[in-house]
């Protein structure tokens, strides 16, 4: 099992047009087959800077692969993902045990 999460900021105010715009584009990723468990998320501690978060897993490396590759993640990446995070942390995980 792979836990793909990814922090971000974006560069547009909450509350915005474009802050909707995003969030809205971003739940769609949720239809690309393999994806399980995806959640947007609002980050509430004040220990850091970052405002939102993405969480999805995939039942194996090989499904992962694919969605990075799937056309409609390529197309969030270059229409939404570039043109409006500010700053962002990604970290994908594997079970230890």
Not at 67 to 87: C, G, L
């Amino acid at each position: 099992m792979i836990r793909h999460t990814v922090v971000f900021k974006l560069k547009y105010p909450k509350g915005s047009p474009e802050e909707m715009s995003f969030l809205r584009a971003a739940a769609d990723l949720a239809r690309i087959p393999g994806i399980q468990n995806f959640e947007t998320l609002l980050q509430t501690s004040p220990k850091t800077d970052f405002d939102y978060g993405i969480s999805m897993e995939f039942a194996t490396k090989e499904l992962y692969q694919a969605y990075n590759i799937h056309p409609d993640h390529k197309h969030f990446v270059e229409t939404y993902w570039t043109a409006y995070v500010a700053n962002f942390l990604e970290i994908d995980y594997e079970p230890l045990l």
